[in-house]
Structure formats: structure tokens, C-alpha cells
Nanobody
Framework: QVQLVESGGGLVQAGGSLRLSCAAS????????KAWFRQAPGKAREFVAA????????YYRDSVKGRFIISRDNAKDTVYLQMNNLKPEDTAVYYC????????????????????WGQGTQVTVSS
């Protein structure tokens, strides 16, 4: 069974940090761009950050630039999201996703560009 499994979520005070991980199982995604999305209560899921298959191209939504860092370790087939200086508005369920096609260089942000999804991990930031 093909799976992406997120971990690392939790409860943190504003200004704190968390590191999310997303590991693949059932098949390899080392040649696929990976992304993080999030969904806050009552809101639509939104793009957060993405990294292409080689790590040479990275893109962030404006509200997390300078605070979040996406990275990947293809040997471990794992993508990470280091979240620093967290704010209450970052509270959401965070999902990792893998591109619908391998070896694409350009970063894509729409959900439909990503075919494989994890189950999500809750991040709660208290004020």
C-alpha cells in the first residue's frame, strides 16, 4: 500500500518551533516533487511550501517565508518542514503530498497537481 506518513505535529506556544516529517512507504517518491499543504478549521486547504525532486527549486506561500524551511532527504525518501516563529494563525492540519508525475522541475502549487497524500498531522499554536 502506497503511503505518505506525516509526523512531528503537536501543541506549541507562539514563537516556538516544530519540525514535521513525511516518510514514504510502499513505493519510492525520491523522483517526485513534494509539498506541504494545511487546512485550518472551517477553511479550505491551502498550499504552504514545495520542493522539486532534486531540491533545486523551492517555493513558499508569502505568509511563511522567512519562518518555514522545506527540505528533503532522498536517501530516506523523506521531506521535512521546519517551522519557526510559529503564530496562532499557523494552526491547522498539515498534509504532505507527492507530485502526480516524476522529475518535474517547476514547482506547482494547486492541489490537483499532487496525486499522493498523507493523512495529516495536527499543529496547534497557542497565543
Amino acid at each position: 500500500q502506497v503511503q505518505l506518513v506525516e509526523s512531528g505535529g503537536g501543541l506549541v506556544q507562539a514563537g516556538g518551533s516544530l519540525r514535521l516529517s513525511c516518510a514514504a512507504s510502499g513505493r519510492t517518491f525520491s523522483d517526485y516533487a513534494k509539498a506541504w499543504f494545511r487546512q485550518a478549521p472551517g477553511k479550505a486547504r491551502e498550499f504552504v511550501a514545495a520542493i522539486n525532486w532534486s531540491g533545486g527549486s523551492i517555493y513558499y506561500r508569502d505568509s511563511v517565508k522567512g519562518r518555514f524551511i522545506i527540505s528533503r532527504d532522498n536517501a530516506k525518501d523523506t521531506v521535512y518542514l521546519q517551522m519557526n516563529n510559529l503564530k496562532p494563525e499557523d494552526t491547522a492540519v498539515y498534509y504532505c503530498a507527492a507530485d502526480r508525475a516524476p522529475l518535474r522541475i517547476e514547482i506547482r502549487t494547486p492541489e490537483y497537481e499532487y496525486q499522493y497524500w498523507g493523512q495529516g498531522t495536527q499543529v496547534t499554536v497557542s497565543s
